[in-house]
Structure formats: C-alpha cells, structure tokens
C-alpha cells in the first residue's frame, strides 16, 4: 500500500464517525466496532473478493457505513503487524496473506509455485490487457508473428473472455480481460495497469 | 514462433557458420551458446527463447547500439537475412512470419536507395523507416509491458487466501439429480440381475429327493446328527427344503427327534416299525 493510500485511511478515519456511535443493521441497533467485526468475517468468508455494495446488500446497512467501516478496518490492518492483509481487488475486498511469508505456507500447503505463462502468452496477454477489446488481426500486428496456442493458454486459464465480435471484414473476435486476470495479477481494476507512456521511457531508454 | 531450441551441430557444418556469420548469430532473447560437447565431436548450439521477426530485429538493432530512429537499413538487413539463412542451415523451420518481414525489409532496403521526394515539405515524415520504427517501439512496449506482468504475478502467486470451505463449490451430494439417481439404481438392479441369473442355473434339489435323501442317510448309520445333514444344503432353498423334509419325515412318523441336552445337538433316529 502507497504512502498517498495510508494518508487516505487517516483522513477518512478522523471523517466518520466515532466508534460511540451506532448503525442499525437488520432489526437491531450496533455500534460501529461490531459492524466492523461483522464485515470482516465476511470478508474473510468469502470465496471471492467481496464488494461494499454486496456487504451493504447482505447487512442492511447504507453502502457509505460499510465503506466507511472498511476504510476504517483497513487502517486497522495496517497499524498492527499482522501476518494477513486486507486488500481491494477486482472490485472487492479480500484478506489474504503477506507475500513475505510465502515460503512457510507453502512449505505447509507443500505446493509449488505454479505453472508460469511462457513469454508468448505474457505478451499476447500484455497486448490484449492494455488494447482490449482487440482482435486476433490486431494482436498479430503488435507482437509481428502468430499466437494461436497463446489465446488458447489464456482462454483456458480464464485470463481473458470473449468481447463479442468486430463488426469488420471477417467478423473477428473480440477478447478482453476477465475478472480473473484482475485477481491473478493483483489488480483493484484496470485502470491500476501502469499507462504505456511508463513502458516508452523504459524501451527508449534502452537505446 | 520458436521456443527454446537446442540444436546440435556436425563439427563442419557448425565451422562453417561460425565462419560466415561470426558473432551476428547471436540473436535470441538470450545469448546463445555454441559449446563443445565433451562425451563427442559435435558441437552444440543454443538458441534462447526468442519470439518473431519483430524480436529478432530488436535485437539485432539493440545489439549493434544503433539509434532506433537511424537504422542503417542495408546492414541490419543483411543480418537478418543471414540469421534467416542459418535457421535453414540448422533445419529450423522458419516461420512465414520472418519471411514476411525479410521481403519488407527487402522493399525498404531499395526504397533507401531512392532519393527522397524534394517535394515535400516535412522531410521527417517521408522516412521510409518511420512505420517500421513505429512497430519497433510499439513491440518493445508490449515486451515491457509482459515483463511488469510477470513480475506482478510472481508477487501475487506469494499472496494466499484462506483454504476453500465446504460451501465454497456445491456439494456434489446434493448435486445430484433424481435422474443420476435413478440411473445409479438402474445400474444395481442390472447387477442384481445378473446374480439371480447364476442362481437360477444351479442344480434344484426338489422335495422328494431331499426325503429320499434324508431316509437313506438315517437308515444307513442307523441315527444321524441334524447338523451334518442340513451342512450337506448348498443354498438357503436346499436348507428350506431340507427343513420340512425333516418335519415331514417326523409327520410321517418315519423318525424321531431326541435332544440330549439344552441347546445340544438334534439327532434323528428311525421309527423302527414295532
């Protein structure tokens, strides 16, 4: 988390309001610290990262309480040193462990890192990521040779989807990111990829 | 597209290249290894991962340190032509891909040679090189971009969520339809089936056999042991039957059931006719 994120949790933590204060959630009155609590388990119950808004939907609380609440648990997280994080991905909200410890759960869980994506799936990934919707054509353009067996690799892993067709000669298919890539790759949403203009400065850099 | 390719040599096809094409063979993501193989004479050649002509260009550019916006079209032509060349020396297939970009480097080559219209006003524009140059750069973003990607998903594949609980995927009890269980029941009664078939094949022993059977063996060792008789029954049917023989023989008054102890052993005897 970015020092600008931290200074975010401190603002929003000083703007709602106190802990004293309650919230109603289905027929009865809590108070804010057990909102929190009750958030966080689900949280951590979820399968998937979970939204604000599906929160507010499950607890019968406002969606502003909820995220308030979640600033406030975030800022929690981050002030006591502990072995799990909470953080906004795809959309949602997940704990998760520190990548620091990955070799102790792993070791426990007696898994490997899993299969890498070769570099010609990284690429054609890297182009359709930041090029989306795009067309096998368009794909073939960028990276000057054939990927065939790549969009299949991505396809299969559910990296990317199917985004309708081109309406163009042929028809061609469209293919985007999926929720899937976003949480694989540790994305809140697209617009965290770093812009290309970052990429330009590296690859002139090289000259 | 060319994955990591391990190509081995014959001693003189290999002197050859090295030869023709020094150090320019050197292409691939990584530099390639021409190593000797100790255990024989031949030599082996090592070719990095290395994806498409537009990478290979790279390459061969960022090799020779060359300004990507001044590139000497005729020299790195020339190398490309001889990578190309060798590819086929060393059997490689080689992918339309790189013959595509070999005849426009061809085109852009005698286009270089032309003078440029004068009557233009912005000669910058007129550089025949700039589309290429453009698709340079644009391929080396991309590879950046891949790279970050890589990097990101090393990070995330560090990061782990809680261990999957039983609600997380459907339980497949419950998935379960009433036709899989109809067809589950189809398939035991099918089973069953077959079972009953074999039963139906063995030897009936019917009620008059089975009194023959019983008085022959009470007459012959003059008293007999209920146990040993109804052990001699092969099936659960046999033993009914064997059961009412023995109360049809004691009907009949032909013999007589003694019990010497509680829970003890039954012994038939004959009536003897008095």
């Known amino acids: 988390m970015s020092t600008a994120k931290a200074a975010n949790v401190e603002d929003s933590i000083e703007s709602i309001a106190p802990e004293e204060e309650s919230v109603v959630v289905g027929q009865r009155e809590i108070s804010n610290i057990e909102l929190k609590a009750i958030i966080e388990s689900l949280i951590f119950v979820a399968d998937e990262p979970i939204g604000a808004k599906a929160i507010a939907d499950i607890i019968y609380v406002d969606r502003e309480a909820v995220e308030a609440a979640i600033q406030e648990l975030l800022g929690d997280y981050q002030a006591r040193p502990s072995g799990l994080q909470l953080r906004e991905i795809a959309g949602g909200w997940q704990i998760a462990t520190r990548p620091e410890h990955h070799e102790h759960i792993r070791a426990y869980l007696k898994s490997k890192p899993s299969a890498k994506l070769s570099l010609a799936s990284l690429e054609t990934l890297a182009v359709i990521a930041y090029r989306q919707p795009v067309t096998v054509p368009e794909i073939l353009e960028i990276r000057g040779v054939q990927s065939p067996s790549a969009i299949k690799t991505l396809l299969d892993k559910r990296l990317i989807v199917a985004k309708g067709r081109k309406e163009t000669v042929g028809r061609p298919m469209m293919y985007g990111t999926s929720k899937e890539f976003l949480i694989q790759f540790g994305l809140k949403d697209l617009s965290e990829l770093p812009s290309m203009e970052d990429f330009q400065d590296l690859a002139g850099g090289a000259e | ?274």
């Open chain 2, 1 to 274: 597209m060319m994955e990591e390719t391990t190509q081995t040599l014959e001693p003189e096809a290999a002197a050859s290249t090295s030869s023709d094409a020094p150090q320019t063979i050197s292409v691939a993501g990584a530099q390639p290894e021409i190593a000797p193989d100790l255990d024989s004479d031949q030599l082996k050649l090592t070719l990095g991962e290395f994806e498409g002509p537009l990478d290979l260009l790279l390459y061969l550019i960022r090799q020779d340190q060359i300004n990507i916006y001044e590139i000497p079209v005729a020299r790195i032509t020339d190398e490309y032509l001889r990578y190309l060349q060798l590819m086929q020396e060393l059997d490689l297939a080689v992918a339309g891909d790189f013959l595509v970009m070999a005849a426009q480097l061809l085109d852009l080559k005698s286009r270089m040679l032309l003078p440029r219209e004068a009557t233009a006003d912005d000669e910058e524009e007129l550089d025949p090189r700039l589309d290429l140059v453009n698709r340079l750069l644009e391929h080396e973003k991309f590879k950046a971009a891949a790279q970050m990607l890589w990097s990101r998903a090393t990070v995330e594949r560090a990061v782990f969520t809680r261990a999957e609980i039983e609600t997380d995927k459907n339980n497949p009890e419950v998935v379960v339809g009433l036709f899989d269980l109809l067809r589950v029941f189809q398939d035991i009664l099918a089973r069953h089936k077959e079972e009953v078939l074999l039963e139906i094949e063995r030897e009936e022993v019917t009620m008059a056999e089975m009194i023959e059977r019983l008085r022959n063996m009470v007459r012959s060792a003059g008293e007999l042991n209920l146990l040993k008789f109804f052990e001699r029954a092969q099936s659960r049917r046999e033993l009914v039957v064997a059961f009412l023989s023995v109360l049809e023989l004691v009907r009949l008054n032909e013999i007589s059931l003694r019990q010497r102890e509680t829970f003890g052993e039954i012994v038939a005897k004959s009536v003897s006719p008095a």
